[in-house]
């Protein structure tokens, strides 16, 4: 079936410099995204989210930005810090009102590496 | 904000024995739970979703009568790991939904080591 899918699956960055996380998605019906962070051995942590009916959505140091024209959806960080070092997962929501109208669908994930 | 309490954190047993990992929510009520596995490197796939006082939906592959959900209470869900096998090893995580709170709040996750 549909599922969300991620370009690239490790990403290494300088202490300091902006990281940009991308995820591809692949049903058109999905109206709610999310963008979490997993550390070795945690479960995963919210960072920010967006509707479909927005292109932008910004946060402390984050910025997801959605495109759906061509079903892409990325994640920027600013000043990426030693702490942000995590595999990284988008998810998606078809919405609606069915059983299944509130489960998230991850993508793969990528692992960012933040070099000091 | 809204957490939730996954328990145990980690977990060796024999194959063949049953284990039981909770999941509560500590300060609102879970109207909907997730189970997800996850094994190294790799995302997280559904395994079923449990509404409070329903039977839980199991997503295509999963055994409903391997993995044995609960979700008897508002504030508590428990997935049960019956006659484990060393394939069934992973990483356990649970997520809950409210509809008075927004988004989604996951445990810390469980790694079982099947022996």
């Known amino acids: 079936g549909e599922s969300v899918g991620l370009h690239l699956p490790t990403l290494s960055v300088q202490e300091g410099d902006n990281s940009i996380i991308n995820c591809a998605y692949s049903n058109s019906a999905s109206d709610y995204f999310i963008w979490y962070k997993q550390e070795s051995g945690k479960g995963p942590q919210f960072i920010i989210d967006i509707r479909s009916n927005m292109d932008k959505r910004q946060g402390q140091r984050v910025t997801v930005l959605l495109n759906k024209t061509v079903k892409h959806l990325s994640l920027q960080i600013a000043a990426t810090q030693p702490g942000d070092s995590a595999v990284y997962f988008c998810?998606?929501?078809?919405?609606?009102?069915?059983?299944?109208?509130?489960?998230?669908?991850f993508g793969k994930g990528t692992k960012l590496s933040v070099i000091p | 904000g809204a957490v939730v309490s996954q328990h145990p954190s980690w977990v060796i047993c024999k194959s063949g024995t049953s284990v039981k990992i909770e999941c509560r929510s500590l300060?609102?009520?879970?109207?909907?739970m997730f189970w997800y596995r996850q094994f190294p490197k790799q995302s997280l796939m559904l395994m079923a979703t449990?509404?409070?006082?329903?039977?839980?939906?199991?997503e295509q592959g999963v055994e409903k009568d391997k993995f044995l959900i609960n979700h008897a209470s508002l504030t508590l869900s428990t997935l049960t790991v019956t006659s484990a096998h060393p394939e069934d090893s992973s990483f356990y995580i649970c997520s809950a939904r409210s509809d008075r709170v927004n988004g989604y709040t996951f445990g810390s996750g469980t790694r079982l080591t099947v022996v």
């Open positions: 998810a998606e929501n078809i919405g609606g009102s069915g059983a299944g109208s509130y489960q998230l669908t």
């Open positions: 300060d609102f009520q879970a109207t909907t």
């Open positions: 449990s509404n409070e006082g329903s039977k839980a939906t199991y």
